[in-house]
């Protein structure tokens, strides 16, 4: 089946007992028991839900994994991934990551002797030299985040496990829809459920895909011992913002796409950065290793904070806010809002500029959007 048939279709959708269509809410916290350690499956509802479980089901069938594990955040999903690492492990990382991610990195290397070394993995060739020394896990985001830099996920899994390390892949960005890497050979998929997944700015939420089941033992342990985990009510919100994720994704393409060929070439932008245009570095790359170009563009503008504050302004179909993925669009001032925990100095090494502006392209008429561009773009 295709992938918008599959999100209508894998997972458990129908309710066993009724027959409901969409899935019921459990909203009980505790389940009873025949006897002690006689249950019906479900105890306690921070160690397993029914509505959890089957939100877990559905993005382990969309992902390709042997089981998935829902959060009550990405962060939280990324704290148990860290859980599981013995002080003195090490990470090699993409160095243009999420910078919530960059700060829990930051505060593990600090508190628990974890070491992380970052570098720009866009390049293939330079993975290989980080992990001659004994590395643990490699942790990617495909595209990355402000800057959609590609990671060859093909190439990364193949040198990473050539030397004993597990390889993390944030796919956020990309969503199942676009990039599934577990099929590409990667051992952990993390996403933030809020964004695409959710896709409508009324829920937060995390998770982690696995390919093994060895994998999933541990980290089902680690959720239940850590605790991070979502109610009920936001598993539903997820489960139904998944039912539309194909058709979404094809829209906020559409709409990035028309988003993107405005701001190209334009005299008030230094760069645009979205690998869907045929000048992104890797564009055949993208072609390879994606079904689609996925919904965000940044763009860094001429003449730095100033120029991307008056383009902020300008907009009125684009709102300001943290967040992306959402059915309405959504934008984004980097270096002050989601990326603000990084130094400056290490902000700007990776290409994060003070001019630098992320789109997240919704579903509204591309037509309409990019009038909204042209406009801001008259106020710079």
């Known amino acids: 089946m295709r992938f918008s048939t599959r999100v209508i279709h894998d997972g458990p959708t129908i309710d066993a007992a009724t027959g409901a269509v969409s899935p019921p809410i459990y909203l009980s916290s505790t389940f009873r028991q025949k006897a002690p350690n006689q249950n019906q499956g479900y105890v306690y509802s921070r160690s397993g839900n029914p509505t959890r479980a089957n939100l877990e089901a559905t993005l382990a069938a969309l992902e390709s994994g042997r089981g998935a594990l829902a959060f009550g955040s990405g962060l939280g ?10 002080s003195g492990s090490r990470i090699v990382s993409v160095d243009d990551l999420y910078g919530g991610t960059w700060r829990l990195f930051e505060h593990y290397r600090r508190q628990f002797g974890l070491r992380i070394d970052y570098a720009d993995l866009s390049d293939p060739t330079r993975l290989a030299p980080l992990l001659k020394e004994k590395t643990d896990l490699v942790y990617l985001e495909t595209p990355t985040n402000p800057l959609l830099r590609l990671v060859d996920l093909k190439a990364s899994v193949r040198a990473a496990h050539s030397l004993g390390a597990s390889v993390v892949v944030d796919n956020t960005f990309a969503t199942p829809a676009l990039q599934r890497p577990l099929e590409f050979g990667a051992d952990v998929v993390l996403h933030s459920t809020t964004k695409y997944l959710g ?4 829920v937060v939420g995390g998770a982690l895909v696995l390919r093994s089941l060895k994998d999933l033992r541990r980290f089902t342990w680690l959720q239940n011992a850590i605790g991070a985990v979502p109610g009920p009510f936001d598993c539903f919100l997820v489960l139904r ?3 539309t994720l194909g058709i979404r994704m094809r829209a906020h393409g559409e709409s990035a796409k028309a988003v993107a060929e405005v701001l190209e070439g334009h005299r008030k932008v230094r760069r645009v950065h979205y690998p869907g245009l045929s000048d992104h570095p890797q564009h055949a790359l993208a072609r390879r290793q994606m079904d689609g170009y996925g919904g965000i563009v940044s ?3 001429r003449g730095g904070e100033r120029s991307a504050l008056r383009f902020l302004k300008g907009l009125e179909l684009f709102t300001l806010a943290e967040s992306l993925g959402a059915v309405e669009s959504l934008v984004d001032h980097p270096a002050s809002m989601t990326h603000a925990s990084v130094p400056r100095k290490e902000r700007e090494a990776h290409g994060v500029t003070d001019g630098l502006v992320r789109l997240s392209c919704g ?7 990019a009038d909204d561009i042209r406009a801001a773009l008259r106020r710079v």
């Not at 579903?363 to 959007?369: G, K, R, T």
């Open 199 to 202: 896709g409508h700015s009324d």
């Open 77 to 86: 999903a990324l704290t148990t991934l860290l859980g599981s690492l013995r």
């Open 241 to 243: 913002g998944i039912r």
């Open 299 to 301: 763009v860094d503008l």
């Open 363 to 369: 579903i509204e008429d591309p037509s309409d959007l």
